[in-house]
């Protein structure tokens, strides 16, 4: 069994550059969740269809995954800092043009080439590098609890972004503002976020590299591909693992979820905040305890026990009979649904080499967003037919289990070197 460390402890731990980092993770996963609850709304009226909705959130997230890929893949050899900045300027500018064009062709080339989120959830290159940043600048026996506590930050800060960007719009629906507008002030206050995100990113310090911009680093390794050499298997295989269970979670984005409730309940935006609020509250708080069951029954165990209820409950909120059950059902599922996120991240960060790391993180991360760059094609179809909105929940709740099952007969028998001692 491991030796728990308590969490004031774990945090402790960070340095000026795990503040930084656990600073810019709040304030972009603010301003994720402040433009997931109104983002298919701004779309819709904008003009677009359901289904040209869903195509452009595909094409949006598809456009993530291939500047990820170069980001990551390049962040170990060219510098974290200056990718990250990179990223953190796409952010900016896809928010700009979102907020000052109702041209459909630009606000996909907008939505490829820049870093929009459409679930309230991670994309672009921010996340594994600031994973392979954060493994680098602390022990690993707290890995794990630290990224339980970074989880809980971004959750924290998607909560309060939602709540914000469904309240400000109603409160603006109020005067003589219309929707659009209202939903538009939203999109310029992301860009802004994104704008002061490439600020901070350039405080990060020469530790949180893996070496000095332009070396190559061990250079003894195996040949790279992609940023990795003896971690190749394991990454691939994680990768196909990950690109389901993000395919699977597509299908319920946090946009077209609380699009899902308006079409089910006629639930206004401000109610959908407080609710989404309160959602991602939970998953936040639900991250710490996942660190102490991973300490005691390991990484992967924790991942596949956590995960499998919460998929059962996702496939009943369709099947609630008023919105107070169903409700209910998904703040439970809410409540349970994220406790694999950091057990996941510290896992990765642990089962390959340290050079590799915001490769291995960048290549997963693209899996993750490759797969749920294709379900919103199909749910933006599936929301065009009303009696077939609900059918997505049923989708991705199955799917989701589909992948606990293989996760665990795949990985349950590799352990990370903390687990193994």
């Avoid at 893949?73 to 060219?78: E, F, H, K, P, S």
Wanted: proline residues 5%.
């Amino acid at each position: 069994m491991l030796t728990y460390s308590p969490v004031p402890g774990a945090l402790k731990t960070l340095t000026h550059d795990g503040r930084l980092l656990f600073l810019t993770r709040f304030l972009r996963l603010f301003a994720y969740g402040s433009l997931s609850v109104i983002l298919v709304f701004y779309l819709v009226g904008l003009g677009l269809s359901e289904s040209q909705t869903g195509l452009l959130l595909t094409l949006t997230l598809a456009g993530d995954t291939v500047v990820s890929l170069y980001l990551t893949t390049r962040a170990d050899r060219i510098g974290r800092r200056r990718m990250l900045v990179v990223g953190a300027i796409l952010m900016a500018a896809a928010g700009l043009t979102f907020a000052f064009t109702r041209n459909y062709l630009l606000l996909i080339i907008a939505g490829t080439i820049g870093v929009i989120s459409p679930s309230g959830n991670e994309v672009g290159p921010f996340l594994s590098i600031e994973q392979a940043a954060l493994s680098h600048v602390i022990p690993s026996r707290v890995r794990t609890e630290v990224f339980a506590w970074y989880t809980l930050a971004g959750s924290l800060a998607t909560a309060l972004g939602a709540l914000c960007g469904g309240t400000l719009t109603h409160a603006l629906q109020r005067t003589a503002i219309t929707p659009v507008v209202s939903y538009r002030v939203v999109v310029i206050c992301y860009a802004g976020l994104g704008a002061l995100l490439a600020i901070i990113f350039t405080g990060l310090s020469p530790a949180a590299e893996v070496s000095a911009p332009g070396e190559e680093p061990s250079a003894g390794n195996l040949k790279r591909f992609l940023g990795l050499g003896r971690s190749r298997r394991v990454v691939a295989k994680l990768a196909t693992l990950f690109a389901l269970d993000s395919f699977a979670g597509g299908f319920v984005v946090q946009s077209f979820a609380a699009y899902w409730f308006y079409l089910r309940f006629g639930v206004d935006p401000g109610t959908l905040g407080v609710i989404f609020f309160w959602a991602n509250i939970f998953a936040g708080i639900s991250s710490l305890l996942a660190s102490r069951l991973a300490s005691r029954f390991g990484l992967i165990r924790t991942m596949v026990a956590t995960h499998l209820p919460s998929n059962i409950l996702l496939i009943l909120v369709p099947l609630m009979p008023n919105l107070k059950l169903a409700v209910i059902v998904l703040l439970l599922r809410f409540s349970i649904s994220q406790m694999d996120v950091p057990t996941r991240q510290s896992y990765t960060m642990a089962v390959v080499s340290a050079e590799e790391r915001s490769a291995a993180a960048g290549i997963t991360g693209v899996a993750r967003t490759t797969g749920a760059a294709i379900s919103p094609l199909f749910v933006g179809f599936l929301f065009s037919h009303p009696s077939l909105i609900s059918v997505p929940f049923y989708i991705a709740g199955t799917l989701k289990i589909v992948y606990d099952l293989l996760l665990y007969k795949q990985f349950v028998g590799l352990r990370p070197p903390e687990e193994a001692s």
